[in-house]
């Protein structure tokens, strides 16, 4: 549900105004997703130890979401804990993780509630610590009234196990249905039940389905990879990549990737008003048929000289 709170854009920086004054507000993203990247780099490059790094970048959290919740964003998801990181990273530097996780969550809850900031989280949290599994479920009911930017940690997520769970998850569906009806799967799928599973269907399936797709992925560090994120809610997303590392990255530098989008020229496959190929003025199909049909026949065969 988009934010229903005024806004607070009065509250942004004189730095974040400048920016802010350069965007259409009716042009807003509805969903911004962040592959927040190089906190080991940041901590390597002042010779810290890595925890100290992951530490910074939480503070950048706070800061970006503040600003998110200034502009009245409705929503932002921070890729924070990916199952991979779970599985390949030292296991000191998980338990750091987990315990700066929990910590955050204490520590701004106050802030998240001042904000009108409502918390929200994906993945595969069961296999979380069940004392961080605790936090995160008291911070989510903690802030569950505000209405305004909803902030989303993907914690132990990864994209192609979402997909896994939410076929797991229509197929359950399916086979409750199909006992609840007195039948057998397959006589269910005779039915017809096959032939109504649509996109629609997965994207319900999802653990995004109470949020609208991203309008916009920003990822930090300069990497141009998705690393296993969202990757069926980003079909059309537009993605930003900047070269700053995530401990350095603050709301301002947020307004500008915003500020970079209202840039770009989203056509979802079509053609929009400000196209060089405006409809009227294509060629008729019947012409492009024969066109076409002229162009693949058949090459003449090549004489020696």
């Not at 100290?52 to 502009?71: F, K, M, P």
């Not at 998980?94 to 993945?123: E, Q």
């Not at 896994?164 to 359950?172: E, G, K, M, P, S």
């Amino acid at each position: 549900m988009p934010p229903t709170s005024p806004s607070r854009v009065h509250e942004l920086s004189s730095e974040e105004q400048a920016v802010y004054r350069q965007l259409d507000p009716s042009r807003l993203p509805q969903h911004i997703a962040i592959i927040m990247d190089g906190n080991g780099r940041w901590a390597g490059k002042r010779a810290l130890k890595r925890f100290l790094g992951h530490q910074q970048g939480a503070e950048s959290v706070q800061y970006v979401v503040e600003t998110a919740s200034r502009i009245n964003l409705p929503f932002l998801t921070l890729y924070a804990f990916s199952l991979e990181n779970n599985l390949k990273r030292p296991k000191s530097e998980v338990t750091f993780l987990m315990k700066l996780l929990k910590n955050y969550l204490i520590g701004n809850v106050k802030r998240m509630n001042d904000n009108n900031v409502r918390m929200n989280y994906i993945g595969r949290t069961y296999d979380l610590p069940q004392e961080v599994q605790e936090t995160m479920q008291w911070a989510m009911e903690s802030t569950a009234k505000n209405s305004g930017t909803t902030l989303t940690l993907a914690l132990n997520y990864g994209a192609r196990s979402e997909i896994v769970d939410a076929v797991r998850r229509i197929l359950t569906d399916l086979t409750t249905e199909a006992h609840t009806r007195g039948c057998s799967v397959e006589d269910l799928l005779g039915a017809g039940a096959l032939d109504s599973l649509e996109e629609s269907t997965i994207s319900r399936a999802l653990y995004t389905a109470d949020m609208p797709d991203p309008d916009l992925i920003v990822r930090t560090s300069g990497e141009q990879r998705i690393s296993n994120f969202l990757l069926w809610q980003i079909a059309y997303s537009e993605i930003f990549i900047t070269d700053r590392l995530w401990p350095d990255f603050r709301g301002v530098h947020l307004l500008e990737a915003i500020a970079d989008y209202q840039r770009r020229d989203r056509r979802f496959g079509g053609l929009n008003d400000n196209s060089d190929e405006k409809i009227d003025s294509l060629q008729p199909v019947s012409e492009l048929e024969n066109e076409i049909a002229n162009e693949l026949a058949p090459p003449r065969e090549l004489t020696r000289r």
